[in-house]
């Protein structure tokens, strides 16, 4: 909704995010453009920045950081960028990981369980539907519950595993975020395709809201949707 | 001879090369030295077998004032407007990629991204041309698996969008598979870099990997002899590439670009450090001292030869000012990227390499990089089987009449390995990374945006049939030309340039030679017709198992632009009611097509007639409809005819057409003629007549709508049934 | 210089995909009494003397190496 | 049922990204005494009883869990 994300100009001149770089970062400057499509300054954070230079809401984009040869997001999660965050999102600030920033999230142990090597063992390249399951999160909530979306995946390492407490746990809390609809492309577990921390501050998906922006370069703009709702979310607060 | 013989046979040199050396130092050279004189003139470096051939290229060139840099450097830069320029070029990794194919495919990438990166360019996009033995062969899925695996692990870690390419199966690629990449990139023109090392006194830093002891004598060995399991003693220790350190590199490089700390670049690919420095001295002041102590190694143990032949990935040489070398390493660290300095710049004209203080190299780097043998190889055509082979025309084979009999055709062409989609292919590659693709797979040409704040862009396509080409290598190589013309035609894009990999059999065979000459003078006219000058490109030779070569493939890519992204004119039918209109001449074209191959297994006769004036009208009508907004989409006829196209066209996005056959309906349906397509179109009437402007002969199909191809009169398909057929094959291969 | 031996292996309740395709592979090649293969990660570290290169080992596997909500692993010295 | 490791390694000449990533990582971790790390996979293989597992493992080995090319692979009975 650029159209909302722009009424918003005046006060949301005021508001950054932070978009990480790390080292084998591919989607950094994608996510960034996004940010600013849904009409909010962006900053770039760089994986060795002990400070977030006062963002009010952390992108951490997709890629390989790293190279991520040993497990998407192991390498990562040490950075001295990745420790400050852990800190500000228990205070509260939103921070949304995507593909590899989803990875970074569970293994830095914001969100709970794993993301392992497609079921298939090939990276997977097409655009996909998904349910929006929790739309009152700080990146759903321009959403309608059950709303469906067509955003592209893009990854080798995406079949959300968990054990079954913590499966169950999710499933009664609501903090499935986004499920895939149709073939499970990675062979996620309850076809989860993202999730949330318990206060909704911190979401991760494997999905690329960023390359859903305008219907030339994606294959939708339902993707900018999830930019406009954080700036809601943040002009809200 | 008193002193013992050297072993320049081992190192691929021959009687009369080893002569020349000897004359051109005066002495017996260094063992270091004989093995750098072996890889740098060996086939892959030299091109000995190929320069007088490639000539023709830059002498024949059509006058273009888009090219800034034309054949030579490591890669042609065109301009595109406001001060931006794109540079791209198409290379082998065909050999390698049989020996390991992951790790050959994957480093084949890696390869072309640096020629790239070294002309000042951020890489935007990558493209792959591929082919295989025939599917069902019990080799072809280890190939398919790796090699496709290799493409898309490098270029996705490396955060490139792959848009496009093809796969090709043919018992001729059986024991040697054609791994062709291309790479393309984007540079203000003031970010021009060039591989020389120029001014005195600067300094020599080798970034990036260490050295280890891949791919040792890679070139040489791999790429320029016939390749036989019997001598696993010949094969290099395979390279490993490490994509996240070419991220790095890249990001790294275009920083230093930028902040104008080089004063020369250069990429280490075949012949490593060996023709790097030959190469920048050569082309700067000259001379080069270079303390090869230096170089960090991944094994302590590696001598001067390994050393200097190592083929390890992800390397880059920069020359640098003196004053400019601080901030060069602080920059490298930044990146985590290695830097060292290895060397300086001198005036004495000659390339000298220490090791701890002990000279094992003392030469003149142009005998090195420019100075090696140029053949003139025996060309003979072999009347015999060529003459045979045309006379054996496809006129003979029984011919579908009966509706239900075409309708089976069609269905057993689009389920063929030949024909059938790419998507389990294509999936396994990122399109979308970078943000600016515009159109990329099933479409006929990638489009991809130039930059964030411009509505310019830029096409390509790449195509290389071998089979019109062993038919004729002159008008198969044109035929080639002429698609990928046509494609990114379609998308609505004016082209500019061309790029070319040339794969070939032994040139020690006359027969190939005979065919390597009649492509290079095909293409060299038809550019010149078609006014897109070659820019760069790569010739692989010794494509052969034992006596029998691969058939000639020319693989062509042909770079357009697009002022205005928005106006890119897709593959698919859009929506329902569009008028689907045929453009272009149809005559009975069926000697080498994928009918005769996919239906009787038959290759024979003469190719279709090629028709350049016909492409260059096309190509400007596509153009104009385009720009005009006329068009809802386009599609090329090429494999398999107007039945294919209209299947592709459907099922892109699930809507069907009812379309009716002028003349033969198998001719229609399956002939190849050159130089048309299918456009669709709301207002029939403003196209029919802007083809006749442009003098283009235009005929209505029908219109596009439902759940089915209708062919009037003759069959029905249902795109369930169609979709089934054209997309289960390649997964039910390959898994 | 001690070289230390850390093997990570998927959890038992873990699905195992690529294990799984190497054991359904195995039979087309004429391997029919394989009845499980189960793929893990293997890596040799060589520690500088001084400390205990298995402590060493061990810590590195639980910080980074392996992770546990999807793995185990065990640590031994190199035989030579 | 016989338990049977087979361990697969790059070669000692091939490059190692995947070791390389994690020895430049682990410093940061405060591992400043690890000199190298090379990653390679382990396989747990069950056979079923008749005929050799040490040799069914082998012959597997060489078929489709190492690559001849880049990887070296040593087989053993696993320590129950
Ligand atoms: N190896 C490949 N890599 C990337 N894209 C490919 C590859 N092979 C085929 N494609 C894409 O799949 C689509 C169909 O391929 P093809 O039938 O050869 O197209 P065309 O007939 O228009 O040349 C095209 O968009 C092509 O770019
Ligand atoms: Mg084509």
Known sequence: MPGAAGSLGPVSASITVGVVTFPGSLDDRDA??????AGVQVIR?????????????????????????LRGGAIARFSSVVGEIVAAAGAGLPVLGICNGFQVLCEAHLLPGALVRNAGLRFVCRDQVLAVENPSTSWTNQYAAGEQILIPIKHGEGRYVADAVVLDELEQSGRVVFRYVGDNPNGALNNIAGIANEAGNVVGLMPHPEHAIDELTGPSSDGLTMFASLLKALVAA | MTEVAQPFAELGLKDDEYQRILEILGRRPTDTELAMYGVMWSEHCSYKSSKVHLRQFADNAPSSEAMLVGIGENAGVVDVGDGLAVTFKVESHNHPSYVEPYQGAATGVGGIVRDILTMGARPIAVMDSLRFGEAEAPDTKRLVQGIVAGVGGYGNCLGLPNIGGEVGFDPTYAGNPLVNALC??????????????????????????????????????LASATFDDESPTKRPAVQVGDPFAEKVLIECCLELFDAGLVTGIQDLGAAGLSCAFAET????????????????????????VEILTSESQERMLAIVEPANVAAVLALCEKWGALATVVGTVTDTGRLVITWHGETVVDV?????????????????????????????????????????????????????????????????????????????MPHDGGVVRIGDDTSRGIALALDGNGRFAKLDPHDGAQLNLAEAYRNVACAGATPLAVTDCLNFGSPEDPAVMWQFAEATRGLAEACRALGTPVTGGNVSFYNQTGATAINPTPVIGVLAVLDDVAKRVPSGFGREGEHVIALGETADELDGSAWAWV????????????????????????????????????????????????????????????????????????????????????????????????????????????DAVVVSDLFDLGLDELRAAFEGTLPALFG | MPRVIVDVMPKPEILDPQGQAIARALPNLGFDNVTSVRQGKRFEIEVADGGDPLEVARLAAEAMLANPVIEDFTVHVAPD
């Open chain 1, 32 to 37: 960034a453009r996004a940010v600013r499509a």
């Open chain 1, 45 to 69: 954070l760089w994986h060795g920045d002990a400070d977030l230079h006062g963002v009010d809401a952390v992108v951490l984009p997709g890629g390989f950081s790293y190279g991520d040869y």
């Open chain 2, 184 to 221: 393309v990139g984007v540079l203000p023109h003031d970010r021009l870099q060039l591989a020389q090392a120029k001014g005195t006194g600067n300094v020599v830093i080798l970034l990036g990997a260490k050295t280890g002891r891949d791919g040792i004598g890679g070139a040489s060995v």
């Open chain 2, 281 to 304: 001295a050569a082309h700067g002041d000259g001379g080069m001292h270079v303390e090869l102590e230096k170089v960090p190694l991944r094994e302590a143990s590696m001598v001067p």
């Open chain 2, 364 to 440: 003149v780097p142009g005998s090195l990089a420019d100075d090696g043998p140029v053949y003139h190889r025996p060309i003979q055509r072999p009347d015999l089987e060529q003459d045979a082979l045309a006379a054996d025309s496809s006129a003979s084979l029984p011919r579908p009449s009966t509706g239900e009999a075409l309708r089976e055709t069609v269905l057993r062409m689009a389920a063929s390995p030949e024909l059938c989609s790419r998507r389990w292919v294509t999936e396994q590659y990122d399109r979308y990374v970078m943000g600016g693709t515009v159109l990329a």
């Open chain 2, 599 to 706: 239906m009787h297994g038959h290759l024979g006769g003469r190719p279709p007639a090629v028709r350049l004036d016909a492409e260059r009208s096309l190509a400007a009508l596509l153009r104009r409809a385009a720009a005009d907004g006329l068009v809802a989409s386009a599609h090329d006829l090429s494999e398999g005819g107007l039945a294919q196209a209209v299947v592709e066209a459907a099922l892109i996005n699930g809507v069907g057409a009812t379309i009716e056959v002028i003349g033969d309906p198998f001719t229609s349906l399956f002939s190849e003629s050159a130089a048309r397509a299918i456009v669709t179109t709301d207002d029939a009437e403003a196209l029919l007549a802007l083809a006749g402007e442009h003098g283009v002969p235009a005929t209505r199909l029908g219109v596009t709508g439902g």
